[in-house]
Nanobody
Framework: VQLQASGGGLVQAGGSLRLSCAAS????????KGWFRQPPGKEREFVAT???????????DYADSVKGRFTISRDRAGNTVYLQMNSLKPEDTAVYYC???????????????WGQGTLVTVSS
């Protein structure tokens, strides 16, 4: 079971990046997917989470600091999750991690599988 995060890089403030997280080894289509980040010298923090319900319905939640700027989504098969990040700020600089677990949650303790992290650096 592996989660592979990608898409990080260096971007100027106000710019955009799209992170991807691909799952392999088993199907994660019914799992909740989350993005967390760890800024330099700080604790890991919640960014966004999503879980699909029946049909096209889904539930998503965001940290207040990214609401209106970041959007979490997934592909049709449900094994790749994306984080579209717009209007980036220097304080968004962090290593971003994707995770999968059974429940929609902002707590990292509720996620069983983690990707390796991808670095996002936002310059001012």
């Amino acid at each position: 079971v592996q989660l592979q995060a990608s898409g990080g890089g260096l971007v100027q403030a106000g710019g955009s990046l799209r992170l991807s997280c691909a799952a392999s080894g088993r199907s994660f289509s019914s799992s909740a997917k989350g993005w967390f980040r760890q800024p330099p010298g700080k604790e890991r923090e919640f960014v966004a989470t999503i879980r699909w319900s029946t049909g096209n319905a889904y539930y998503a939640d965001y940290a207040d600091s990214v609401k209106g700027r970041f959007t979490i989504s997934r592909d049709r098969a449900g094994n790749t999750v994306y984080l579209q990040m717009n209007s980036l700020k220097p304080e968004d600089t962090a290593v971003y991690y994707c995770a999968a677990g059974p429940f929609l949650s902002s707590s990292p303790d509720q996620y069983d599988y983690w990707g390796q992290g991808t670095l996002v650096t936002v310059s001012s």
